[in-house]
């Protein structure tokens, strides 16, 4: 595999996609904390600065296969919720139904927020493609609705956040990563 430098300038691919999750905002006192669901609309922005002979760094059919495919099996069509949230959680387990708890406080109080769950895919996406010629996850854009959206880059995670959620989440992360394995499209 031959691999051209790009003399150090970043360059950047984006990969789109949708999910629809049920969520509620805990303590809220307005119309969110109500159990309701949003389509979700998301944007995965990768940096690189070197790419194969073939022309790129990575296949877009590697990041759905991996990336976008994570979100699909994780949060598309299931609840995503705030970790004392203990009636809802309860409720989707008797249903038998996909359920994902945040995890940027541990298994302590976090609600699914835009934010706060941009931030979670944020770091599904480092580890999922940790190892992939220079390339790594640069941002993450998730609109909740069609006018109503944030931007999670890097330094949007604090340490602490990004230590809860490894701890909590790294090793199932990093078996899906292996269990999909790699592969090469040139």
């Not at 480092?126 to 190892?131: E, P, S, W």
Request: hydrophobic fraction near 35%; include cysteine; charge should be negative.
């Amino acid at each position: 595999m031959i691999i051209y430098l790009l003399t150090e300038k970043k360059q950047y691919i984006i990969r789109e996609g949708s999910f629809d999750s049920g969520h509620r905002v805990m303590n809220e006192r307005m119309k969110c904390f109500n159990i309701h669901g949003h389509t979700y609309l998301y944007e995965l922005e990768f940096e690189f600065n070197e790419i194969e002979k073939i022309g790129y760094a990575i296949d877009f059919k590697e990041i759905k296969r991996i990336g976008c495919q994570w979100i699909d099996d994780y949060l598309d069509h299931g609840m995503i919720l705030n970790p004392e949230d203990i009636l809802l959680i309860k409720t989707t387990k008797e249903y038998n139904s996909k359920l994902w708890l945040m995890g940027l406080n541990g298994l302590n109080y976090c609600n699914p927020s835009v934010e706060n769950i941009a931030k979670e895919i944020f770091l599904a996406m480092t580890l999922l493609f940790k190892g992939y010629n220079n390339l790594k996850i640069n941002k993450v854009t998730l609109w909740e609705t069609p006018n109503c959206y944030t931007v999670c880059l890097r330094e949007s995670i604090s340490n602490e956040e990004m230590n809860n959620w490894l701890l909590l989440r790294e090793e199932e992360i990093m078996i899906y990563s292996r269990d999909k394995g790699r592969i090469e499209y040139d």
